[in-house]
């Protein structure tokens, strides 16, 4: 399974930019859907994320600013999830990575290659 983040890029202080996540093969059952990142010099975080039962949760960091969705199909390619971005502020910057979660009891992990995101004037 594949799947591919687009949508990062330089955006000024204040901006906002929204990150997609595309599935390029088949997931029978998606558990849940997030959006990590791993700002410079630290560890990946999990920024927010959307069960299946539409429960989201945000990290404290983004809560208010950032907004999880689901997103359609579209031909060969699906989008899964989306990451809308407001406000964004230098803390921000990261290569930011979409995450699929398949199955339940008998999990698999699929993780984007990863899209970069930077804050600044």
């Known amino acids: 399974v594949r799947l591919v983040e687009s949508g990062g890029g330089l955006v000024q202080p204040g901006g906002s930019l929204r990150l997609s996540c595309e599935i390029f093969?088949?997931?029978?059952?998606?558990?849940?859907m997030a959006w990590y990142r791993q700002p410079p010099g630290k560890q990946r975080e999990l920024v927010a994320e959307l069960t299946i039962a539409d429960e989201t949760m945000y990290s404290d960091s983004v809560k208010g600013r950032f907004s999880i969705s689901r997103g359609v199909s579209r031909g060969v390619a699906r989008n899964s999830h989306y990451l809308q971005m407001n406000s964004l502020i230098p803390e921000d910057t990261a290569v930011y990575y979409c995450?699929?979660?398949?199955?339940?009891?008998?999990?698999?992990?699929?993780w984007g290659q990863g899209t970069q995101v930077t804050v600044s004037s």
């Open positions: 995450y699929i979660q398949e199955g339940l009891g008998s999990r698999i992990d699929h």
């Open positions: 093969d088949t997931i029978y059952e998606i558990a849940k």
